[in-house]
């Protein structure tokens, strides 16, 4: 139990939270990267849904997509990107999570979309409807549920991967962790993990705080 | 430029900038100034060494390094083998407990979810110190993260079998046990084994970050590329990674399909309410880990 002793130390060391390499900038990154992240693959991904659920068509790929990218390893794609011309660094990192974010935010999407009740949909296109409006106004607002899921799951996702871009020269919390393991500091090596562990545990908390909001809000006004 | 020098130099005489001796900042092939207009930087022509020219793909990587692909190939089988096996194990009573104490199976499935939360360089950072730099430290984070998985399907297929079946079989003489594994586990067979399946790809993947502590069976090569730039190692790594994911997941499919003959019976509507392939609940909470 020394190790968590020493994990403890770390984290109250003030040295340890300043500076280039300390929390608050490692921190920052993190932060920053996720939401720079999660806000592409939301505006690649959501359209997409959008439209393909409207649609209705393109359920196998909207659907594969997810077991495709469960398959592929995010280390790899990530070290791949770094030996190619793109080189190691922010662009090979943003590419390598913003691919392995659209999945979630895709399937999500879809399946909220089909799985509105048709019968509403049908109403709406009997109450003369264009197709934008039964789109924005009828199923968008039913899908919500599920499409707040899918960008929950991109996010706290897009945390955790974006911990592995320390393996190839990336910023954010992660490089705490592969710092400690340089120095061989399993006091510093632990002390980061828990602030990994924490971060992604406050982002699934907020969105899951955003949901149950989201969720209380009156539907009627949306389609009378 | 007529005699562009790139070209003209039979093939077989790969040069390499600075490897001649020469006048410092002159090629000693051209004999140009180096930066001076008109020079072509020497270009690697094809020397029949993919290695020593680093190509993403090559074949003669396969014959020099044969031994050390399949030995991490090896290592990648038993660690998921033995993460999933353990994972299945833990998670059926897990699951039975669940589905017998509601509160119970919300802490369960609450605890699963916020292990599943936490990134899997973290995780195996945070067991390194007690495990070690070990394949123990590797297959515990690879179980705690198919728990998740496994324990939601499990239970979402008990609980989809129907009351009627149970209480014929109750009224025909069945204890709990026999209930249980001839009655409820065949019925609920479908939604598990699709649980397995979710969770054996997912940890196919994941074992690769068991590289940062030394175990990551085909991680270890993408690891070491990361210093080495050793292309070929990292794709081939890669790519064997995916290939495993896919064989594995058509392995379990067909497992699935010998256990459950009756799924596969004609075209018939099915009677029982199964909970087939990865329902979207299960998609929508895996592949949080990363």
Request: hydrophobic share 50%; aromatic share 6%; proline share 5%.
């Amino acid at each position: 139990m020394t190790v968590l002793g020493d994990a403890w130390d770390w984290l109250a060391d003030g040295a340890n939270w300043s500076g280039e390499s300390g929390v608050w900038n490692r921190l920052s990154e993190h932060v920053v990267l996720t939401v720079v992240c999660v806000l592409i693959s939301v505006a690649i991904a959501l359209p997409i849904a959008l439209w393909l659920g409207h649609l209705g068509r393109g359920g196998a790929l909207a659907i594969n997509i997810s077991n495709i990218g469960r398959a592929v390893p995010t280390f790899a794609v990530l070290v791949l990107l770094g030996l190619s011309p793109i080189g190691m660094g922010d662009t090979a990192t943003i590419i390598a999570l913003v691919l392995f974010a659209i999945p979630p935010v895709l399937t999500n999407a879809y399946v909220g979309m089909r799985g509105v009740d048709r019968d509403v949909v049908e109403a709406s296109r009997g109450m003369g409807m264009t197709g934008g409006q039964m789109l924005f106004r009828v199923e968008l607002p039913l899908a919500l549920p599920l499409i707040m899921t899918g960008i929950r799951t991109c996010a706290v996702q897009v945390v955790a991967t974006a911990t592995l871009a320390a393996l190839v020269a990336g910023g954010g919390l992660g490089r705490i962790v592969t710092a400690g393991f340089d120095l061989q500091d399993n006091g510093q090596v632990v002390a980061g993990a828990f602030l990994v562990a924490a971060l992604a545990l406050v982002v699934e908390g907020l969105f899951a705080l955003v949901q149950r909001f989201t969720a209380r809000t009156p539907r009627g006004g949306v389609t009378s | 430029m007529s005699g562009d020098p790139s070209v003209s130099r039979p093939p077989g005489e790969a040069t390499y900038p600075g490897t001649l001796a020469g006048t410092p900042g002159v090629s000693a092939v051209t004999g140009m100034r180096v930066g001076a207009p008109g020079y072509c930087p020497p270009v690697i022509v094809a020397s029949g060494d993919c290695l020593k020219r680093n190509s993403w793909v090559c074949g003669k990587y396969f014959d020099e390094y044969s031994g050390e692909i399949t030995t991490a190939l090896r290592e990648h089988v038993y660690l998921t083998v033995v993460s999933v096996v353990i994972g299945v194990l833990v998670a059926f009573p897990m699951a039975l407990a669940a589905r017998r104490w509601r509160p119970a199976g919300s802490v369960l499935l609450g605890s699963t979810t916020i292990l599943y939360t936490i990134p899997s360089l973290a995780m195996f950072a945070i067991l390194q110190p007690f495990t070690g730099l070990t394949e123990t430290t590797v297959i515990i984070g690879l179980v705690l993260y198919s728990l998740t998985i496994l324990v939601r399907n499990m239970l979402a297929g008990l609980r989809a079998v129907p009351p009627d079946v149970v209480e014929a079989a109750k009224g025909m003489g069945y204890g709990p046990g026999r209930l249980l594994f001839q009655v409820e586990l065949p019925l609920a067979l479908p939604a598990i084994m699709a649980g397995v399946r979710v969770a054996t790809v997912s940890t196919v993947a994941l074992t690769t970050v068991g590289a940062i502590v030394g175990s990551g069976g085909l991680g270890n090569l993408i690891y070491s590329g990361i210093d080495t730039l050793f292309k070929a190692q990292v794709l081939t790594a890669s790519v064997l990674c995916v290939a495993l994911a896919i064989v594995a997941d058509l392995l379990l499919l067909g497992v699935q399909r010998l256990l459950t003959p009756w799924e596969r019976a004609g075209g018939r509507k099915r009677r029982l309410p199964f909970v087939s392939a990865p329902t979207a609940e299960v998609d929508t909470r895996a592949g949080a880990a990363a």
